[in-house]
């Protein structure tokens, strides 16, 4: 079904499954290829988004999220792409390329606070409540785009940089923002009025 060309629509989605992502690594931003089921669920999206007008698409500049992109652009050549650095996964410092489970094991008290608190930092890293101060002004800016120009826009971003997004336009608390999972392989529409 297409859009109606009345209502403009924000689709927002995280990259699909990478290496890291399949071998349960701390990620962040390193970068990390797709796996060949990651690359099968980026041909899904891309079908179930195929009929849909997107203007433009913004991406992280990471890998994972721009191969992802390119399986949506097989049936968008004409959608202008945009890697905006604001949209990068949250930095897990330290962590980075660790072992989830291997650091759940040894620091059974610490990776609850790490993995999903709101507002403390990994070491060396960036909490959930900084990917927001850094990601939430550029969703203001294309929201005010797509009413100023009447387009739609698409976003192929991260698994922590996806909560804040969803937050902003569904209204959650924190702790509800904290407890999302299965963030992969789903587009969120948002309909921008």
């Known amino acids: 079904m297409k859009d109606k060309t009345h209502n403009n629509y924000l689709y927002v989605l995280t990259h699909c499954e990478s290496c890291y992502n399949h071998l349960g690594i701390f990620t962040g931003r390193v970068n990390s290829l797709l796996t060949p089921n990651g690359h099968r669920h980026a041909t899904r999206l891309a079908k179930e988004l195929e009929d849909k007008k997107i203007n433009v698409a913004y991406t992280s500049p990471l ?12 049936y968008h050549k004409n959608t202008k792409v945009v890697i905006d650095k604001r949209l990068v996964e949250r930095d897990y410092g330290r962590l980075s390329r660790k072992s989830k489970d291997k650091y759940k094991r040894e620091h059974p008290d610490l990776f609850p606070i790490y993995h999903r608190s709101y507002d403390v ?18 969703i203001k800016e294309i929201v005010s785009t ?4 009447h387009i739609n826009v698409l976003i192929v971003t991260h698994g922590n940089t996806i909560r804040p997004i969803r937050k902003y336009f569904e209204g959650l608390a924190n702790d509800e923002m904290m407890d999302l999972e299965n963030l992969n392989h789903k587009v969120y529409r948002y309909e921008i009025a």
């Open 146 to 149: 797509i009413k100023k120009d």
């Open 121 to 138: 930092p990994p070491p060396g890293g960036e909490s959930i409540k900084q990917v927001e101060e850094r990601g939430i002004p550029l």
């Open 63 to 74: 890998t994972r999220a721009k191969q992802t992109l390119r399986h949506i652009l097989l």
